[in-house]
């Protein structure tokens, strides 16, 4: 194996699994006005798979600790964590199969449901 790529067969075996999730990106194709209807369905199958979908259908809000007032807990702050990577990848998602004409539209939009 050449030399560089040992190295990079090095780096990746070392990193941690939570690095490689955030590697992570979801890929589609782009949305086509005319199309919009299959573009949807393809859409939210791959959202699904990825486990992202009812955070853009808005049924799966950020997790809160019960107690505002309270430090999370390990858990918590787990599945606050891992919403969070969820959704970047959905807001990732849909604004890279947008053309420059929409997605000027809705690029500062901060949530993926917003989009």
Known sequence: MPSSLSSQHSINSKMSDEAK???????????????????????SATLQVHNCL????GCEPKPAPADEN????????R???????RHSLARESL??????PELVKVYQL??????
């Open 54 to 57: 009812n955070i853009v259908l």
């Open 70 to 77: 309270a430090a999370p807990t390990p858990a918590m702050r």
């Open 21 to 43: 999730k955030t590697l992570k990106t979801i890929t589609r194709k782009k949305l086509k006005p005319e199309s919009y209807r299959f573009w949807v369905s393809a859409a």
């Open 79 to 85: 599945s606050i964590s891992g919403w969070e990577t």
């Open 110 to 115: 901060p949530t993926a449901q917003e989009i």
């Open 95 to 100: 604004l890279n199969a947008l053309e420059d």
